[in-house]
């Protein structure tokens, strides 16, 4: 996120979240700045590789609804939500 937001991209991650809502009524997103993001060491192996322990967050959160808070990890993005979400994740992203 900070190469698309460097590059001044940011307007392609929106418009691809658009098109998620739009085509499927919601999905959670997990690429933002959050506790997993925040601490790569401790979560990924690489790049594009997550510990196990990761996608079990992930699972939980889409499947036992364990979505505390948005810092926290994962945020459910729906029509009903969709531009509060999109304002709080730009201001996250400006913080990068």
Not at 1 to 6: G, N, P, S, T
Not at 18 to 34: A, E, K, L, Q, R
Not at 53 to 69: E, F, L, Q, T
Request: include cysteine.
């Amino acid at each position: 996120m900070k190469l698309f937001m460097k590059h001044g991209l940011s307007e392609y991650y929106f418009r691809w979240l658009s098109d998620i809502v739009s085509v499927f009524g919601g999905c959670y997103d997990f690429m933002y700045p959050h506790k997993v993001t925040r601490n790569y060491y401790d979560y990924f192996h690489d790049a594009v590789h997550s510990n196990p322990n990761v996608g079990d967050m992930i699972a939980d959160a889409i499947y036992n609804k364990k979505v505390r808070s948005e810092q926290e990890f994962g945020i459910y993005i729906d029509k009903n939500n969709y531009e509060s979400r999109k304002r709080y994740l730009e201001e996250l992203f400006r913080r990068l």
